[in-house]
Every structure is written in structure tokens, then in C-alpha cells.
Nanobody, 126 residues
């Protein structure tokens, strides 16, 4: 199982970035997908997730209203649109995938995911 997260970069405060997550060897369509981030010196935290069915979403309060998680129509890519970025959003961002019996569920906890991609660095300058 391999996940790839890409789309990170350097952006000024107030700017936007769009991260994408794809998978090889398995389909994202039947997995809940989570986006996590790890800032320097801090633990990894969940910021957004989307269920495999019905597209149910959840967001951490720190990003709610600014970040949007979505699947493309083919369900091969999960994106994280990040708007109004600020320096506190600077982190390495990871996507993770987990198949649940309940297709209407997604979580924001690290332990809820077994499949992880490599990170992509997002740097927001002030």
C-alpha cells in the first residue's frame, strides 16, 4: 500500500494551496481518508477527513472554514484545499487511509489509520 501526498510549497500568509493524495496498489474509493500535519517540534495532528461513503467530512477547529477536503469524481484522488493560510499552518502534511466497516465514518486521530503516505511540506511566510 502506497499513498502519495503532493502539492506543498511556500506561500505567503493569506494565500492558498491545494494538496492532493493518490494511492497505488489499492483504491481510495473504499477508504476513509485523513489529512494530518506535523509542525516543527510538535506531534502529528489530524486536520480533515472524509468518509468513503456519502462524503461525510470532519475538520479540526483550527482549520474549519479555511480548509476543504474533497474527492474527485473517480475517487482516485483526495484533495485538501487550503485557503487563508497563516504561519501557524506551516507543517509537513500527510494523507492517510483506512477502511472502516462503517462507510459513513472518518476520524482525526493518528491511531485510526494504518496506511500513511510520505509528507509534503507547506511553509507559510508572514
Amino acid at each position: 500500500v502506497q499513498l502519495q501526498a503532493f502539492g506543498g510549497g511556500l506561500v505567503q500568509s493569506g494565500g492558498s494551496l491545494r494538496l492532493s493524495c493518490t494511492a497505488s496498489r489499492f483504491s481510495l474509493a473504499d477508504h476513509a481518508i485523513g489529512w494530518f500535519r506535523q509542525a516543527p517540534g510538535k506531534g502529528r495532528e489530524g486536520v480533515a477527513c472524509i468518509s468513503s461513503e456519502e462524503g461525510i467530512r470532519d475538520y479540526d477547529l483550527s482549520v474549519a472554514g479555511r480548509f476543504t477536503i474533497s474527492r474527485d469524481a473517480t475517487k482516485t484522488t483526495v484533495s485538501l484545499q487550503m485557503n487563508n493560510l497563516n504561519p501557524e499552518d506551516t507543517a509537513v502534511y500527510y494523507c492517510a487511509a483506512q477502511r472502516h466497516l462503517n462507510g459513513l465514518y472518518c476520524g482525526l486521530k493518528n491511531y485510526e489509520y494504518e496506511n500513511w503516505g510520505q509528507g509534503t511540506l507547506v511553509t507559510v511566510s508572514s
